[in-house]
């Protein structure tokens, strides 16, 4: 049932750091995305609970995060989940955000960075985030039959990886704020033994 991109480097990998390896994408490849995506669109609710009932069922471990889901097993139970039903069209509702913005980097960068902040206040770590890209592509792929092509693969892994290095950014940057005004507050706490009555 597994699909055949599972191991094939789609999974969350170190990002290096240096602007120049980062791979963009081509004029051509955010065609390629915007055409496939219409099609997608048209059975967006289905993609995103196949998405994450395959993310559940390969990476059990991500149900952690996830607290209406942690406990459970069944995965025809999840199917039919309208928690997970609303949470798949959250999420590819900032993918059809994300298409949106595909002309406009900048404004594609601040909601993904803003997503990755937000994962921070839910205890979502990066180290998930690239795993639903690569769902994503098995959930679209019999979708899309004859118009996949190992191009179009290529346009919408390097879209998850810039979403994905964009979301661990905010996620960062959240972790560090929330740990300066940890060491600012108790900085400015008074130490009770040393305050005479």
């Given at each position: 049932m597994g699909c055949a991109i599972s191991g094939l480097g789609l999974a969350p990998r170190q990002v290096n750091e240096s602007r120049g390896e980062e791979e963009h994408l081509t004029e051509e490849q955010?065609?390629?995305?915007?055409?496939?995506?219409?099609?997608?669109?048209?059975?967006?609710?289905?993609?995103?609970?196949?998405?994450?009932?395959?993310?559940?069922?390969?990476?059990?471990?991500?149900?952690?995060?996830?607290?209406?889901?942690?406990?459970?097993?069944?995965?025809?139970?999840?199917?039919?989940?309208?928690?997970?039903?609303?949470?798949?069209?959250?999420?590819?509702?900032?993918?059809?955000?994300?298409?949106?913005?595909?002309?406009?980097?900048?404004?594609?960068?601040?909601?993904?960075?803003?997503?990755?902040?937000?994962?921070?206040?839910?205890?979502?770590p990066p180290k998930y985030y690239g795993y639903v890209g690569t769902e994503f592509i098995c959930a679209v792929r019999p979708i899309l039959k004859e118009k996949w092509t190992p191009e179009l693969e290529k346009a919408w892994k390097t879209l998850f990886q810039y979403i994905t290095r964009l979301m661990r950014q905010g996620y960062l940057e959240e972790e560090g704020t929330k740990r300066t005004h940890m060491l600012v507050s108790t900085k400015e706490r008074p130490d009770k033994r040393n305050t005479a009555l």
């Open positions: 955010i065609g390629m995305i915007k055409v496939s995506w219409k099609v997608i669109q048209e059975d967006i609710a289905k993609v995103g609970i196949i998405m994450f009932v395959r993310l559940f069922e390969t990476h059990p471990e991500c149900k952690d995060v996830f607290f209406l889901f942690r406990d459970v097993e069944d995965l025809e139970r999840l199917r039919t989940s309208k928690e997970l039903r609303a949470h798949g069209l959250r999420v590819m509702s900032f993918i059809e955000k994300s298409v949106a913005r595909l002309d406009q980097l900048e404004r594609l960068d601040m909601l993904a960075v803003e997503l990755g902040k937000s994962h921070y206040r839910y205890n979502a």
